[in-house]
């Protein structure tokens, strides 16, 4: 499977991805669920790396989520270590590879000083980039951004009368971020688990058993050829 297999009159211009299953991949190797995490690292920058071979302009991928905090504070903290340390090893080469580094999620107490401040300088760092926009959800839920949507609506005093869809959509993480055409999931779980809700409205989803670590830029390439072979519709009629 390469993009030469690909109709490039229908790449996606948005793909999102759920990456999940690293415990599983972990346990089934007996390893701790954290040497999954970590395993998932090449399978994020081979997905990068794919996504610039398709030429897509927006790839977005949720790396924690404001349901994940139930997790055993030992496994949250080394996430939280885990994506500092990320950033710090990998930004300079997502930046040499023209790509812009943005965050959706909340910023709250929860998340540490230093790994915000990391995520601050990732994004400032390669915020002149338009080869691909990485989107890296942190802290992020779907019902959490059109709540803080809702409060900025409130907060500004906008009248019930112009509240419209546009306007909700102007107060997401990300107003300049387009919805995404596809949504890929790993793992075998069929669910978005809090996952832009409100974007992913009319996405076309994808769902493979391979577990994230395993995944590579061959498996991005099949999710969009099952895309291409989808009829979107958007509730009216094709011929
Ligand atoms: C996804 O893998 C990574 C995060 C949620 C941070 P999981 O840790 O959910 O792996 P499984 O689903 O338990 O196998
Ligand atoms: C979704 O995976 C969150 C991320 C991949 C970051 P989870 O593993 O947290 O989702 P559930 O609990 O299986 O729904
Ligand atoms: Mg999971």
Same mark, same amino acid.
């Given at each position: 499977m390469s993009v030469a297999?690909?109709?490039?009159?229908?790449?996606?211009?948005? &793909?999102?991805? /759920?990456?999940?299953?690293?415990? $599983?991949?972990?346990? =089934?190797?007996?390893?701790?669920?954290? %040497?999954?995490?970590?395993?998932?690292?090449?399978?994020?920058?081979?997905?990068?790396?794919?996504?610039?071979?398709?030429?897509?302009d927006w790839l977005?991928?949720?790396?924690?989520s404001t349901e994940n905090w139930r997790r055993p504070r030992d496994e949250v903290r080394y996430l939280m270590g885990f994506n500092e340390s990320l950033l710090v090893r990998r930004r300079d080469e997502l930046n040499e590879r023209g790509v812009r &580094?943005?965050? /959706?999620?909340?910023?709250?107490? $929860?998340?540490?000083? =230093?790994?915000?401040?990391?995520?601050? %300088?990732?994004?400032?760092?390669?915020?002149?980039?338009r080869t691909l926009t990485l989107t890296i959800a942190f802290n992020y839920g779907g019902r959490a951004e059109i709540v803080d949507a809702v409060r900025a609506l409130v907060a500004e005093g906008v009248p019930a009368d112009k509240i419209d869809e546009r306007a909700i959509a102007r107060r997401l993480y990300d107003p300049e971020m387009p919805?995404?055409?596809?949504?890929?999931?790993?793992?075998?779980?069929?669910?978005?688990?809090?996952?832009?809700?409100?974007?992913?409205?009319?996405?076309?989803?994808?769902?493979?058993?391979v577990l994230w670590p395993d995944f590579r830029r061959e498996h991005l390439f099949a999710a969009v050829r099952q895309f291409q072979e989808r009829d979107r519709r958007f509730g009216g009629l094709n011929e």
């Open positions: 297999d690909l109709d490039p009159s229908r790449i996606p211009r948005h &793909i999102a991805a /759920v990456m999940d299953g690293n415990g $599983r991949w972990a346990q =089934r190797r007996g390893l701790k669920r954290t %040497e999954g995490h970590a395993a998932g690292e090449e399978a994020l920058f081979d997905t990068v790396e794919g996504a610039l071979e398709l030429g897509i977005t991928v949720y790396a924690f &580094i943005r965050f /959706v999620g909340r910023r709250d107490w $929860r998340v540490p000083k =230093r790994l915000l401040r990391r995520m601050d %300088e990732s994004i400032e760092l390669t915020r002149d980039n919805d995404p055409d596809l949504v890929v999931r790993t793992s075998g779980e069929y669910r978005l688990s809090n996952f832009l809700l409100w974007e992913a409205a009319y996405s076309e989803l994808v769902f493979t058993d």
